[in-house]
């Protein structure tokens, strides 16, 4: 088995499940996930992309696919500036960007760290917009007939903030004003009743 893992680093991440297992779908398994954003600047993140993929495309031949190599291998990379596997427009930030989606089982946790290898614990500070390098991993499957690559998810480390992606719910002040209180009357109470006068 050659090596599928590799480590991109200074990628922006998207679609952010990587402290709880998620599932779009409820009939589907919840995993840790991540859509990944690696600006096609970076010549050197995609070209060791396309040798994992071609390693793990290796690897199928050997183990998955009995010898036999696909007419046509699916890969999860997709062209940001193309379209979506449902025909539809990639949103804006991934303009300029190969895309691609990394999941781990739910019975598989993602080490998710700070810039100092510290473990992330607060919710907040992991959310769709921020920069990390990551930890992925290729590899052959061939599921109910179906025969490609996937994407495995390994540790996640933070290095920056970035503008968060799908919009933020409005503050509290944003929405509302100051509501003016009626003046109540001042009414005269019996200091040993505590009844109206």
């Known amino acids: 088995m050659e090596n599928t893992n590799i480590v991109l680093q200074n990628v922006r991440l998207s679609y952010v499940h990587i402290l709880k297992p998620y599932a779009r779908d409820p009939k589907s398994d919840p995993k840790y996930q991540a859509t990944i954003l690696v600006p096609k600047s970076d ?6 992309i396309d040798q994992a993929i071609e390693a793990a495309k290796r690897n199928g031949l ?26 539809a427009e990639f949103g ?23 810039a100092n290898v ?16 990551i930890s992925i ?17 390994g540790p996640v480390q933070k290095v920056r903030d970035g503008e968060p992606l799908g919009g ?7 929405v509302f004003k100051t509501v003016a209180q009626a003046a109540q009357p001042t009414a005269q109470v019996n200091p040993l009743t505590g009844q109206p006068m």
């Not at 804006?92 to 700070?114: I, L, R």
């Not at 590899?139 to 179906?146: I, L, T, V």
């Open 43 to 48: 010549t050197n993140a995609k070209a060791m």
């Open 62 to 87: 050997a183990n998955k696919w009995q010898g036999a190599m696909p007419q046509r291998v699916p890969t999860p990379i997709h062209d940001g500036d193309g379209l979506t596997q449902n025909g």
């Open 92 to 114: 804006p930030e991934c303009k300029g960007h190969w895309v691609f989606t990394a999941s781990s089982a739910a019975d598989k946790p993602v080490d998710v760290v700070d």
């Open 118 to 133: 510290q473990p992330i614990l607060r919710a907040t500070d992991v959310y769709s917009g921020m920069y990390a390098n």
């Open 137 to 153: 991993n290729f590899f052959a499957y061939n599921h109910q007939g179906k025969k490609g690559i996937g994407c495995g998810l």
């Open 168 to 174: 933020q719910a409005p503050s509290a002040k944003s």
